[in-house]
């Protein structure tokens, strides 16, 4: 049973398409968030929802939506895709949104512009 | 804000001891947390760190010390799986929710 669960795994696509990345988790939590990681690595926290509340929503494009039809599911719409929105995306979740550990990551998403 | 400084690479061969030091910058503090992560794959949570001192976790241990904004990960016995990114992060603070934020990663290479 895969906890987080990302769909697709890959996704190709030309600049200026609208594309959708799907999450699910199986853990009960409550929290879920979308991380952007780029060529260096660097995680970077975009969004996060709590019981299918926006509750963070860090500087990102508003070409970026995320949605959450319920908790546990997080999609991540990206509209007018750029060069620049190439990277790996990672859905994550906890159990609690105000505690350090215990998240766990769905396997990525990498997204290439072209 | 939050910033976390770690360095970015680490070398050592099979059976050493590595150390991963971290320093932090927080508005609030919640703990230290270490995650891993393996080339294409994943980050998952090695540890977690509330209060000053050492938690042991089989050959991975944490250690904080919230006086001096600095905690590192020991690895022990060193086997070539543990070639991967290693990463620190703190709980944001100062925004209407939480989240986990990040260092930039140490990549730690262990040879035969």
């Known amino acids: 049973d895969t906890a987080v669960s990302q769909t697709p795994k890959y996704l190709v696509t030309q600049m200026g398409n609208d594309k959708s990345i799907k999450c699910e988790q199986n853990l009960g939590h409550d929290t879920m968030y979308w991380y952007k990681q780029d060529s260096k690595k660097f995680l970077k926290i975009m969004f996060s929802?709590?019981?299918?509340?926006?509750?963070i929503n860090e500087t990102v494009p508003n070409r970026f939506s995320p949605k959450s039809p319920d908790k546990a599911h997080l999609n991540l719409h990206i509209n007018s895709l750029e060069l620049g929105d190439s990277a790996v995306y990672f859905c994550a979740s906890s159990l609690y949104r105000d505690k350090n550990y215990g998240y766990t990551f769905g396997s990525g998403t990498r997204l290439t512009v072209v | 804000g939050q910033s976390l400084e770690q360095p970015s690479e680490v070398t050592a061969v099979e059976g050493a001891i590595v150390q991963i030091n971290c320093t932090y910058q927080t508005s609030g503090f919640y703990g230290l947390s270490w995650y891993q992560q393996h080339d294409g794959g994943a980050p998952t949570f090695l540890s977690y760190n509330a209060l000053d001192g050492l938690e042991e976790t089989g050959r991975f241990s944490s250690f904080l010390s919230r006086s001096d904004s600095y905690g590192y990960l020991l690895l022990q016995e060193l086997q070539m799986k543990d070639s991967a990114s290693y990463f620190c992060?703190?709980?944001?603070?100062?925004?209407?929710?939480?989240?986990?934020?990040f260092g930039k990663g140490t990549t730690l290479s262990v040879s035969s």
């Open positions: 992060a703190v709980r944001d603070q100062g925004q209407a929710g939480t989240a986990l934020i």
């Open positions: 929802y709590n019981n299918k509340e926006l509750i």
